[in-house]
């Protein structure tokens, strides 16, 4: 007995040594009000010496938040003195935001996912299996491909009937972004439960495509090792892992707000599609892109609603003035639930230049005709580490917007049978 605890405590202080801790590390949100100051955060993020941009310095008139570890805190305070940042701690100790998250790295989903804690992959594929199990008429598994590391990256279908038109659901490509992963599984399980009128007519007069977890690689990383982790997990430098999977797809590759800077957090990898992840989904995509009538894509945070281009060179999409009208509408009901605020608008004119994201590919090749990233809740409080609390709320507000999207796209024509 005495050698076994002896074990088990070993084991736990190995698995608690494994993983990052952010005690002391403060939340900062810098105003960037001339080029000097963008030149010098993006300097910063280039040393790879410890900041972590939260968001990447690419323009004038933005803010940027970034995290400065306890050990930078007095360099960082001659550094906003002698260049004249405007600055503001949005939090002390980013420990305290993780421990009070709500992970449940302990938990698995035995009687399913209850949207009140963040779960593990393990978790999240168990209860996708079950509803394989447990709807096997409506709901299909799929398998977009293989992770660098050799996992599946799963995805379920939905579908009540032949002939649907489709939705497409890209969810925590970038691995930091866990209510991404709960929201859309909290939508894929309402329209299989949900007894209101407007989610049962697009739960059954669409079929749905869901790929919670689009980086699973980088999501178990999160989970086991550090909770700050945006990449996938191929080796891309001899020091430095992963590429930005959302900066890897091959449509205006490089072509703006991306690094070739391998240990930067927007390194657009090696070449286009270098990542096993946004290789496969794009391949995957393409045997069903024909049936596809809305790509949605889930990141977070800053509650913003976007449509493609995030490219300067590629100029703005054909049915633009479609995209404002759906997307004013959605907007609107985003705000409807709680008073959630969402900016709206065109990628580079809302957030910023990023090039080689998955919905620049899927407009600009395959052209699908309604296509839309959310950045999801928050505005900065929490950041990243937005409390499970949160989730079912901001889910619920999202899905009425996905129910207003395909209302108004049918004014104009679209979601009448596949592919139109
Ligand atoms: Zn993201």
Redesign the pocket.
Known sequence: MKYFIILVSLCLGMTLASKARFDNYHVVRVNVDTEVQLNVLRELEDQNSGYMFWETPVAVGRSVDFVVPPHKLAETDVIFEKFGFKSLTLAKNLQTLIDNEGAADNLRARAGLEWTNYYPLEAIYDWMDSLVAQYPNVVTPFIVGKTYEGRDIKGLKVSYKAGNPGIFMESN??AR?WVTSASSTWILNQLLTSKDAGVRDIAENIDWYFVPVANPDGFVYTHTSNRMWRKTRQPSSSLCYGADP?RNFGYKWMSGGSSNNACSDTYAGKSEFSEPETAALAAFYTTVAKNITAYIDF??YSQLLMYPYGTTVAGSISNEAEHIQVGTEMQKKLSERYGTKYEFGNIVTTIYVASGGSIDWIKGVHDTPFVFVYEMRDTGRYGFILPADQIIPNAEETLDSLVEMVKQARVLGYFKSARN
């Open positions: 490509i970038h972004e959302n990141h977070s």
